[in-house]
């Protein structure tokens, strides 16, 4: 009866244990052929040149509200606070592969009297003391055994790389 219970305790806990499954990226859809025709490129033409928009409009004021609205476009200031945000969530779940390193540095003095010393108000000189201390400790470091830290980062790296395609 014992025997059996640890082993159904042991089993119980190795089930919680499974590692993340190993990705497999699905096969894009490729056309089997490209279309052909006088309206694409041929493969001897050259790349189109890129043109800026200040190539194209030549008007001065015509630029200077393009960039205006370049500049405020809400759309654009979202979409730039959302790579801004997805970077640094990865960057915190890449910190928690490392461990925390805490150090501290303490100075106490204190004086005291002579008075306080011997019990008489006689006598002059005073008695200082210093008293110094330094730490360095380790704190919130997580053994990453069954990779669920690593898996974290992974996830994490991917969702700044789809933000920042998009």
């Known amino acids: 009866m014992n025997r ?8 119980s806990l190795l089930a919680g244990c499974t590692l993340e499954p190993k990705y497999v990226a699905p096969r894009p859809a490729i056309a089997s052929g490209w279309p052909v025709g006088d309206a694409y490129l041929k493969s ?3 790349v ?12 001065p004021r015509l630029q200077a509200l393009i960039e205006r609205a370049l500049a405020n476009n809400q759309d654009l200031q979202v979409a730039l606070a ?3 945000a997805a970077r640094a ?7 928690a592969l490392l461990p925390e ?4 540095a303490k100075v106490t003095t204190g004086e005291t009297s002579s008075a306080t010393r011997s019990g008489s108000s006689s006598g ?3 008695g200082r003391t210093e008293t110094y201390s330094a730490g360095i400790g380790m704190s919130a470091f997580e053994i990453d055994l069954f990779g669920r830290v690593r898996s974290l980062t992974k996830a ?11």
């Open 4 to 11: 059996s219970l640890t082993a159904l305790l042991c089993a």
């Open 89 to 95: 969530q990865y960057r915190v779940e890449r910190s």
């Open 82 to 84: 959302n790579v801004a």
């Open 101 to 104: 390193v805490d150090a501290s």
């Open 48 to 59: 189109l040149p890129r043109v800026s928009y200040r190539d194209i409009f030549r008007d």
């Open 124 to 126: 002059s000189g005073n």
């Open 156 to 166: 994490a790296l991917q969702e700044y790389l789809g933000t920042e395609a998009a």
């Open 44 to 46: 001897s033409e050259a």
